[in-house]
């Protein structure tokens, strides 16, 4: 008896049929993947130590995690869903300003104080980002916040602490601490002050910097033009510091050409900023050739952090050595050329 062969649409009906098995597998296997990958964006979210949020056009919080309950003084994510940031700001000009700049741009860094729900207040630093669609309607913000209100209170008491020095500046300026020739602090008035603001540093955790500068050749220039000219040239340099530093700096003249600088600063950004200030005022200085000479310095420069327990005048000492070191590569160079 002959075996009858499948017909054609019986064929393509079980093509058709393991196709569609296939499909669906491959479907399956995809919502599995992205399932997967949801999960893994889901916990990072949760363990990031920074406050993540989204919010509708209007203010509504539709998304965060736990780092911003914290922040924001709620016991559960989802509390925050029942909040509208327009609330917590304690300023209103704030979220205005913010939503006037993503109008305009994606995305920028801007910090300013929220209330959170137990009254408190706290200082943020936030990255906001308008995502929106083809038509460049807003369709959410979203962004990253971090707690800088510990940040912020130190400023504030550095700030205070820095009034407070300047005021015993002035004070004691109408004390016998002062040198004649060059108008700064004379050793006993730098040391003085320099104490006070090392009491600041350590009371603050604050970082100070002590530079110990020495006018090179000074001595050349007094055989050369003279005494007159050597007390000019320490003169007009005391002026260059007091040009180059801040108000509230400690600068003296701790005896002949040697000079001190104590400063309180938070970051290496900003002493390099105060070095390049020297260099410029030294180098217009310089150029506009009113003596006839020209003044160039040495620089030895110590970082003391807070959490050590070092006097001021050990500091010198190692501020001294390091500036001899710069001197004596001068001279080294000086002299291979």
């Known amino acids: 008896m002959e075996k009858r062969r499948p017909s054609r ?10 196709r569609l098995r296939q499909e669906a597998a ?3 296997q995809a919502r599995q993947a992205l399932l997967a990958s949801e999960e893994r964006y889901r916990l ?4 990031l130590p920074v406050g993540v949020y989204r919010t509708t056009p209007d203010g509504q919080i539709i998304e965060a995690n736990s780092a911003l309950a914290d922040i924001l003084g709620v016991q559960k994510n989802s509390d925050l869903y029942q909040l509208n940031v327009r609330d917590l700001y304690i300023k209103k000009k704030d979220r205005d300003e913010h939503l006037r700049k993503l109008a305009s741009q994606t995305t920028f860094f801007t910090e300013f104080e929220l209330r959170r729900l137990d009254g408190r207040r706290v200082w943020i630093r936030d990255l906001p980002r308008a995502v929106k669609d083809l038509g460049g309607r807003i369709l959410y913000y979203d962004g990253i916040i971090v707690d800088i209100t510990s940040r912020k209170k130190a400023e504030k008491q550095l700030h205070k602490a820095l009034l407070e020095l300047e005021r015993v500046n002035h004070q004691l300026l109408s004390q016998s601490l002062t040198d004649d020739l060059t108008g700064l602090h004379n050793r006993r008035g730098f040391l003085t002050l ?6 600041y540093a350590k009371r603050f955790h604050s970082d100070v910097y002590l530079m110990f500068l020495d006018i090179d ?4 220039i007094n055989d050369t033009w003279g005494h007159k ?3 000019r040239a320490l003169a007009d340099f005391g002026r260059i510091l007091r040009e180059a530093f801040r108000e509230t700096d400690i ?3 701790m005896g002949g050409d040697e000079f001190a600088g104590l400063v309180l600063m938070s970051s290496r950004a900003q002493y390099r900023a105060l070095l390049e200030r020297l260099g410029d005022r030294l180098k217009a200085y310089n150029q506009k050739g009113k003596q006839k000479f020209s003044i160039s310095v040495s620089i030895g420069s110590v970082r003391y952090s807070a959490g050590r327990h070092r006097s001021l005048e050990s500091i010198l000492r190692q501020a001294d050595e390091r500036m001899y070191e710069q001197k004596h590569k001068k001279l080294a160079l000086a002299g291979a050329v």
């Open 229 to 231: 000219a050597g007390d």
């Open 194 to 199: 320099g104490q006070q603001t090392m009491k």
């Open 251 to 253: 600068i003296g003249r």
């Open 217 to 220: 050749a000074l001595k050349t």
């Open 44 to 47: 990072l979210l949760e363990h």
């Open 26 to 28: 491959k479907y399956e």
């Open 9 to 18: 649409a019986a064929l393509k009906s079980a093509s058709d049929s393991s």
